[in-house]
């Protein structure tokens, strides 16, 4: 790579992006994430300059960079913070989130899943016996909804990259599972005390996300959430660079030419956007039936004494989790 040029400068590149056939030195980098934020953005009318943006921030870089990309290219957004109590993964994650905030001048807003509602997601995971996944999304999409009704927000921004939708995707057309594909979209638009949301990063890869955080002096939670270990979200990512790496430019096709050509025909099929909604009996967010998910399992699992984390990993994740635990001590 030290003999490389950027295509725009011909300056000495630091990264090389086969699927634009091209080099990049950091300044040309930063222009192209920019311009594929920009163009992400008014392709499907995700925000505008009088938005008041939330930004859910996991301390993980690409978090981290879209909510850097929103202020620098000047939208109004602060950041939303859950602290789901996955042992010093969550201590680590808040740290970096909190530090980029002050750092900043920027509001964070922070939520602690078991300061505020009494448990965590490794307990959940083991009172509910599920995936820990499972806990962990109901309660952040939960959480985002609320924290954005409550504080007035337009809109909530999530750190999706292009790896993230290609895998789920991928994952969504391997069962075929229509109702998902449907849903699988770059904005959500507001509806019946939801807010609108939106994936600003889908035209850029987690590699570029982390090249964005090292040029900008960005500091981030590096290591994958402990519970993610070994999940199939993670072996469809590798498939996707496996074929990636054949045949550069084939992640991004496969996913924005789903957006482009095969989501609008599905459009109609997204049961859940169509479905009766009423106001949950104890905490007011809509919900289909009538209690929502989210207080129904925090009517289960608050209270439970808690469980730590390597109680609810199988062999091989606690071996990995107690060794990088070590590794931090
Ligand atoms: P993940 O579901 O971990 O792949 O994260 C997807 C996106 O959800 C991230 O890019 C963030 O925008 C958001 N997110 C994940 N974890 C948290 C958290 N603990 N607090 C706030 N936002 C989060
Ligand atoms: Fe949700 Fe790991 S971040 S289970
Ligand atoms: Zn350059
Ligand atoms: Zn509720």
Redesign the pocket.
């Known amino acids: 790579m030290s003999q490389s040029k950027c295509r725009v400068c011909r300056e000495p590149a630091i990264i090389d992006l086969p699927r634009h056939n091209a080099n990049f030195c950091a300044e040309h980098l930063l222009q192209l994430c920019r311009r594929q934020v920009e163009k992400a953005i008014a392709d499907h009318d995700m925000l505008s300059f009088d938005d008041r943006i939330l930004?859910?921030?996991?301390?993980?870089k690409?978090?981290l960079a879209?909510w850097d990309l929103l202020t620098e290219l000047g939208y109004r957004a602060d950041g939303?913070?859950?602290?789901?109590g996955i042992g010093g993964y969550s201590d680590v994650?808040a740290r970096h989130a909190q530090r980029f905030a002050d750092e900043r001048g920027l509001t964070l807003l922070t939520i602690d899943l078991r300061d505020q509602y009494g448990y965590d997601v490794p307990t959940a995971a083991k009172v509910t016996r599920r995936v820990p996944c499972s806990a962990c999304?109901l309660s952040?999409r939960h959480l985002?909804d609320r924290a954005a009704l409550d504080g007035d927000y337009d809109v909530v921004?999530?750190?999706?990259n292009l790896d993230?939708e290609a895998a789920v995707l991928f994952g969504n057309t391997l069962r075929w599972d229509v109702e998902y594909l449907a849903r699988q979209l770059p904005v959500l638009p507001a509806r019946d005390g939801f807010p609108r949301k939106v994936k600003p990063l889908i035209r850029l890869t987690e590699r570029e996300m982390a090249a964005w955080c090292i040029v900008r002096g960005i500091d981030y939670q590096v290591d994958e959430?402990p519970m993610a270990y070994g999940n199939k979200h993670l072996a469809y990512k590798d498939a996707l660079n496996s074929i990636e790496r054949e045949s550069p430019g084939s992640k991004a096709a496969f996913y924005l030419e789903f957006v482009d050509k095969m989501a609008p025909l599905l459009a109609g099929t997204n049961k859940a956007a169509t479905g009766e909604l009423r106001a949950c009996d104890r905490c007011g967010s809509p919900t289909t039936g009538e209690t929502c998910a989210f207080c129904r399992l925090e009517a289960r699992v608050s209270g439970h004494e808690p469980v730590p984390v390597e109680m609810v990993l199988n062999k091989r994740a606690r071996t990995a989790y107690l060794a990088t635990k070590a590794a931090g001590e």
Do not use: E, N
């Open positions: 930004v859910a921030v996991s301390g993980g690409d978090s879209v939303l913070y859950v602290g789901l994650s999304g952040k985002f921004v999530t750190g999706h993230d959430c």
